[in-house]
């Protein structure tokens, strides 16, 4: 062999060998990356979990990385949250207590801030004594408004404060609010009908109650023609 034959062996060799230092390296990679991806997975489907099985079996298995996992952790306060929905017993408690372990160590997660807020509105409501009831809603609105000042295009901060305002009490004065953040949920992001048909009637009920009759007829009819066979459709129904 040439000494441009041996040369281009050579070159032929070093191609191969760059070729496996790429395959090492991505496989590398998403052997780093595959957590973080199954853990994102499974905190958009909690999103639109409820089933108290489903989140029950998640808490179980994740509950026993969470103190070294900082995601685990994260997952486990978000199932906790999801039960607290239904008011499972102390659910609202350990969702505080998980949620705001996370937040120690992830500051700048506004998602993550937004659901402690809300998990702080549920401890309220579970609360007997009124003082904690207001104690609580204030600081998980002060919460919230951080996390939507900070991430205002985040899908899941906006519904989970828009949740929240709706709910609490007149006396918090936050129903414009409520109003402002389902307006803006209905014109800036594309959603499922059954989404379009609660915010709609949230906004009727929210424009109803501000008495705007004429302007919460027009949320009620759109309510109904985002799924007429929604119960957020049926609860129109009866407005209209």
């Not at 958009?44 to 089933?51: G, K, M, P, Q, V």
């Not at 104690?135 to 899941?156: C, E, P, R």
């Not at 915010?199 to 949320?219: C, P, T, W």
Request: one cysteine or more.
């Amino acid at each position: 062999m040439g000494i441009s034959g041996k040369r281009y062996q050579d070159a032929i060799k070093f191609s191969r060998r760059r070729c496996k230092m790429k395959k090492l390296r991505w496989l590398l990679l998403l052997t780093l990356l595959s957590p973080f991806v199954l853990h994102a997975d499974v905190l958009d489907e909690l999103f639109s979990t409820r089933n108290p099985a489903r989140l029950e079996a998640l808490i179980e298995t994740y509950q026993l990385s969470a103190e070294k996992d900082p995601q685990a952790l994260k997952i486990v306060g978000v199932a906790w949250h999801q039960l607290a929905l239904d008011k499972k017993d102390k659910a609202a408690k350990q969702a505080v207590e998980s949620l705001s372990r996370y937040c120690q160590s992830a500051p700048d997660d506004m998602q993550a801030l937004a659901w402690l807020g809300s998990s702080w509105a549920m401890l309220a409501r579970d609360s007997s004594a009124v003082y904690k009831k207001i104690t609580y809603v204030n600081k998980g609105l002060a919460m919230l408004d951080k996390a939507v000042n900070a991430a205002s295009d985040n899908y899941q901060v906006r519904v989970l404060r828009a949740s929240v305002t709706y709910s609490v009490p007149e006396m918090f004065d936050r129903k414009k609010m409520a109003f402002e953040d389902y307006l803006y949920l209905t014109s800036h992001f594309p959603l499922s009908p059954d989404h379009q048909s609660e915010f709609y009637y949230k906004l009727g009920v929210l424009a109803e109650d501000a008495g705007k009759a004429s302007q919460a007829n027009e949320f009620f009819k759109k309510s109904v023609s985002a799924d007429e066979k929604s119960e957020w459709a049926n609860k129109s129904k009866g407005k209209l």
